[in-house]
């Protein structure tokens, strides 16, 4: 018996690593869900203070691309007409008040975007998870009912990121990041946390319809993303994509 068990041993390993998903595969699937070739969409941002005021914005959004969006706000009347226009690494923003185009660019993208919980990067981010980090299984979890794969992410060389590491709840059925923890480059500065309250499936993809964000350091209760409606596959007219649309 003492030299048959090791040999038995040795017969189940290939099907124990089978069992181990491959954390690049995850993020691949997890990019097929979230990331998106054009798409125009409608959404409400409910932004909640510390004494549990809301305000609420709604805009519509167009996007072509990982890099390329526009962002045009709906309501409240204050903020209606604000463009927020990304062209790969810049941010170009309209304000009808001041009748005024800025670049926003470098640190400032990290700003919050209308006093809520969301940067600009946050706002107008399309790109590939698979294409900026490495990433590592670090466990198996249960996060809203869902058992979910837990991955670390880290920024690959020569990535310029906002949040250098992150640690990721992936849904084992969807594929979709539940919760997430954004972290500094050292990994232990916590910056923001993410999570996907609810989720629709459109044209055979499953989608966030809640996302709910934390500054860490900033002192109000979260802001809610709600997607109103979302299309996917829309052909958008390129000139929407210019400087001098912003002003139209």
């Known amino acids: 018996m003492r030299f048959i068990l090791p040999f038995l041993m040795l017969g189940a390993m290939p099907a124990m690593l089978m069992a181990q998903p491959d954390a690049a595969e995850i993020l691949r699937k ?12 409608t ?27 526009l962002v045009e706000y709906l309501s409240p009347a204050r903020e209606k007409g604000v463009k927020m226009l990304r062209l790969e690494d810049v941010l170009w923003m309209y304000t009808p008040q001041a009748d005024r185009v800025i670049q926003i ?19 107008v981010d399309n790109g590939k998870l698979l294409e900026i980090y490495d990433a590592a299984v670090v466990g198996e979890e249960d996060f ?15 990535e310029e990121v906002t949040y250098a590491q ?7 059925d969807r594929f979709l990041p539940l919760k ?5 480059k050292n990994g232990t500065t916590l910056l ?11 044209d055979n993809r499953w989608y966030p319809k809640e996302m709910y964000f934390k500054d860490v350091l900033a002192k ?9 409606d979302i299309k996917f596959g829309v052909d958008i007219p390129d000139y929407m994509f210019t400087k001098a649309a912003l002003r139209e």
């Open 30 to 41: 997890i990019d097929k869900q979230m990331v998106t070739e054009s798409a125009e969409a």
């Open 43 to 69: 959404a409400t941002m409910v932004i909640t203070n510390r004494r549990g005021r809301e305000t609420r914005i709604t805009s519509r959004s167009w996007s072509k691309g990982e890099t390329t969006s």
């Open 105 to 123: 660019s470098g640190h400032m993208l990290r700003q919050s975007v209308s006093g809520s919980d969301l940067s600009y990067e946050d706002m």
């Open 144 to 158: 809203m009912g869902h058992p979910c794969y837990v991955l670390r992410l880290r920024a690959k060389e020569g």
């Open 166 to 172: 992150r640690k990721v709840w992936v849904d084992k």
């Open 180 to 184: 997430e923890e954004r972290y500094a």
């Open 192 to 202: 923001k946390n993410f999570e996907i309250r609810s989720a629709q499936k459109i």
């Open 220 to 228: 109000g209760q979260g802001t809610l993303y709600i997607i109103e």
